[in-house]
C-alpha cells in the first residue's frame, strides 16, 4: 500500500497480498491512535469500514480506502469521546450516493477552510466511484476529489458533527437530537455533462461560504 496504489478489483494479487496490505494499514492506524485507542479498537474499525465499503461496491484500492474510511471514523470517534483538541468546529454533508455534491461540498470546504473544520461526507446509499462530471467540474477551479470514495454515514460520524448539511437524502438522512441540521436544496449532477454541472458547483460554493461565516471560520 505504501509507495503505490493498488487495485484488487479484477487483480491477479492474491490473498495473501491483500492481507499484507490490511495489516500495514491496521498498523498505521494502531499507530496514529496509539494512547487514543487500543489496537482491539482500531482494528474492528479498519474491519467494519472494509465490510461497509465491499457492500456499497467500492472495489479498487480497497485496503488503502478502507485505511482512508477508519481513520475518518476514529477521528470521529475521539471528538465523540472528547479526546480530540476541542475548539474545532465539525460538518458533515450527506447526499443519496456520496458521488456528487456531498463531496463537492466536502471538496470546497476542505478548499477553503483546510484543517480548521473537521469535514466528513457520506451517502444513505453510496455508489462505487464519484462522478466524473463532478470530479472535472472541480477540477476547473482547482480543487481535486478524483481520490474521493462514496461511503456509507456510521453512527460515529453523525454524532460528531456539530452541523449536519442534508442534499437529497430525505426520510434516509439519519436525525440524532442536539445536532443542527440544515437542507440545501441542490440539483443532483447525476447523469449530466460538466456544462450542466458547473452552476451546481458555483451554487455549492456560495453555501458553504456562508456555512463558514455561521461558524466564524475565515477561508482561505
Not at 467494519?48 to 467500492?58: G, I, K, N, P, Y
Not at 474510511?69 to 454533508?93: N, T
Request: charged content about 25%.
Amino acid at each position: 500500500m505504501t509507495g503505490q496504489s493498488r487495485s484488487y478489483a479484477g487483480s491477479a494479487l492474491t490473498h495473501r497480498e491483500i492481507e499484507v496490505d490490511l495489516t500495514k494499514a491496521l498498523d498505521r492506524l494502531a499507530q496514529e491512535f496509539d494512547g487514543v485507542f487500543s489496537r482491539e479498537t482500531v482494528s474492528r474499525f479498519m474491519n467494519d469500514s472494509l465490510t461497509s465499503l465491499s457492500e456499497a461496491r467500492v472495489l479498487l484500492y480497497l485496503p488503502l480506502i478502507a485505511e482512508r474510511f477508519a481513520r475518518e471514523r476514529l477521528r470521529a470517534l475521539a471528538k465523540v469521546a472528547g479526546r480530540s483538541a476541542p475548539g474545532v468546529p465539525s460538518v458533515l454533508f450527506l447526499c443519496e450516493h456520496n458521488a456528487g455534491r456531498s463531496q463537492m461540498a466536502a471538496g470546497w470546504l476542505r478548499h477553503l477552510a483546510g484543517d480548521r473544520v473537521l469535514i466528513w461526507s457520506a451517502g444513505s446509499q453510496p455508489g462505487s466511484e464519484v462522478n466524473r462530471a463532478a470530479v472535472d467540474a472541480m477540477r476547473e477551479v482547482g480543487i481535486d476529489i478524483s481520490q474521493e470514495f462514496p461511503k456509507p454515514w456510521t453512527d460515529e460520524v453523525v454524532r460528531a458533527a456539530d452541523v449536519v448539511v442534508t442534499m437529497g437524502c430525505g426520510d434516509a438522512c439519519p436525525v440524532y437530537p442536539g445536532i443542527r441540521y440544515m437542507d440545501w436544496a441542490i440539483e443532483d449532477p447525476y447523469g449530466k455533462e460538466v456544462a450542466e454541472v458547473r452552476p451546481i458547483r458555483d451554487a455549492i460554493e456560495q453555501r458553504v461560504r456562508a456555512l463558514l461565516v455561521e461558524l466564524n471560520v475565515s477561508a482561505n
